[in-house]
């Protein structure tokens, strides 16, 4: 035993000491913990930025991810483990759950993929070749020992239903709901019932439903969710206000200043670009900015930056949005925006 203590001591100080060298001319990633972790790059291309993953680097492997030498100062990662917490920088590149190329840093949500906080890789002024840790970035997850229900069936209360992408190459086909502060992807495999699956094909997005079922902590604030019991709640009043908020809207004072609501997201928008995803609920109350009394709020909440806003509902019509924004009180004014090709909710047309 003391003698397999000792070989295993010897192996990693080697590991160690090689990560000071570099090489070979090229960024090398260096798992330096005791998982797989599945990891994502960015970095500047011939004319645009592109990100790629998966890879999935086992322990104490340094796989090649960009093959030198190196023409970039600065490279972006991005690690996706359950059970690990991932320190970013808040520099926002597209991803997808499958394996990916992606072109270009903005508008991810409009072209079907999602976004991601990277942290930036320094390599130096004159680096040709670096190798790089990911424990730099990485720590265990406090809540890794509560991150998988089991076969515990959980009550998950209210969750908003965003829409389904049957269109996925290497994975199952998934549908996303929306609970306070966390994105679930319920997935067309044996764990939920064709009956749970079908009945999922049938509601609209935007449509309020009451879940209980287990949950496995896929990364950041999304989880595998495997559904046992699904019930459609009846329409409030904050539902009905949701409902009027889907689409697009422009603010009637800069024409570049846009936003669009699908389900419980909202995707803001200057000059075309993407700027923010946000996970967005009417409320009775704002209780990030002590606001309640007034009518109905707009709460919204960043999780790429934990960024909460709150707004209050001051006017709505089929063509236009007066928000109050909290607590400063200003008032923002917004035109509806015709969308094409966008699926309309079925709960009834914008009254008055």
């Not at 690990?84 to 394996?99: A, E, G, Q, S």
């Not at 424990?135 to 509560?146: F, I, K, P, Y």
């Not at 009846?234 to 570049?256: F, I, K, V, Y």
């Amino acid at each position: 035993m003391a003698l397999c203590l000792f070989r295993r001591f010897i192996l990693l100080l080697f590991f160690l000491l090689g990560l000071t060298t570099t090489a070979r001319a090229e960024l090398e990633l260096c798992n330096d913990t005791n998982a797989e972790q599945q990891v994502a790059i960015g970095y500047w291309g011939t004319d645009d930025w592109v990100s790629k993953g998966w890879w999935q680097i086992p322990p104490m492997q340094c796989p090649v991810v960009v093959a030198g030498p190196l023409t970039e100062r600065d490279y972006y990662l991005r690690v996706e483990t359950p059970g690990w917490d991932f320190r970013d920088d808040k520099l926002i590149f597209c991803v997808n759950n499958d394996d990916f190329t992606i072109v270009g840093d903005e508008n991810c949500i409009r072209r079907r993929h999602r976004q991601a906080g990277f942290a930036r890789i320094d390599t130096g002024t004159e680096q040709s070749a670096f190798r790089y840790r990911l424990s730099n970035n990485l720590t265990r997850s406090a809540s890794h020992s509560v991150a998988h229900s089991g076969d515990k069936v959980m009550d998950l209360g209210a969750l908003v239903f965003q829409g389904c992408r049957n269109d996925t190459r290497s994975h199952d086909a998934f549908c996303t709901f929306v609970g306070e502060e966390k994105r679930y992807l319920v997935y067309d495999n044996e764990r939920n019932s064709d009956e749970i699956w079908e009945k999922i094909q049938t509601l609209d997005e935007g449509r309020r439903v009451h879940v209980r079922g287990n949950c496995t902590e896929l990364f950041d604030t999304t989880e595998a969710l495997t559904i046992t019991e699904l019930e459609l709640l009846p329409l409030n009043e904050a539902d009905r206000m949701l409902q009027r908020l889907q689409g697009a809207w422009q603010s009637a004072l800069d024409t570049n200043d846009s936003f669009r609501i699908r389900g419980a997201e909202r995707v803001s928008s200057y000059a075309g670009a993407e700027t923010a995803e946000e996970y967005v609920s009417v409320q009775r109350h704002c209780g990030q900015a002590d606001q309640a009394g007034q009518g109905l709020y707009l709460d919204s909440w960043d999780s790429n930056t934990g960024t909460w806003l709150c707004y209050r509902i001051a006017q709505v019509s089929a063509h236009e949005l007066t928000l109050i924004y909290l607590p400063q009180g200003q008032k923002l004014r917004y035109l509806r925006v015709e969308e094409t090709g966008s699926k309309g909710l079925s709960l009834g047309l914008y009254p008055g």
